[in-house]
């Protein structure tokens, strides 16, 4: 059974930060590599932050030095920690494995920065 479970979005201040969550079932988790995707309204959705499963990580240019992407492979979980939050940042925020290999995403968590 697939699971993609996105957490911890909120309304939050410019500059603010938030922690989100991502609770995957096994099969997909343990052997894959992970990505944290965000789709803004009327964007196309995009790869912020990728980490393998031995935790090499990378990041698009527009969230380098700001977010930091996490795994604990014991309870099948990703992480994001954002710091420094700005109005672009703004979006519905999604994990999946990276490259994507299941047609399938999970509801998603709403980030709402405040200027």
């Known amino acids: 059974q697939v699971k993609l479970v996105e957490s911890g979005g909120a309304l939050v201040q410019a500059g603010g930060s938030l922690r989100l969550s991502c609770a995957a079932s096994?099969?997909?988790?343990?052997?894959?590599?992970m990505g944290w995707y965000r789709q803004a309204p009327g964007e196309q959705r995009e790869v912020v932050a990728r980490?393998?499963?031995?935790?090499?990580?990378a990041y698009a240019d527009s969230v380098k030095g700001r977010f930091t992407v996490s795994r604990d492979n014991a309870k099948n979980t990703m992480y994001l920690q954002m710091n420094s939050l700005k109005p672009e940042d703004t979006a519905d925020y999604y994990c999946?494995?990276?490259?994507?290999?299941?047609?399938?995403w999970g509801q998603g968590t709403q980030v709402t920065v405040s200027s």
């Open positions: 999946n494995t990276h490259p994507l290999l299941i047609d399938y």
């Open positions: 096994g099969s997909i988790f343990s052997t894959n590599a």
């Open positions: 980490i393998t499963s031995r935790g090499s990580t």
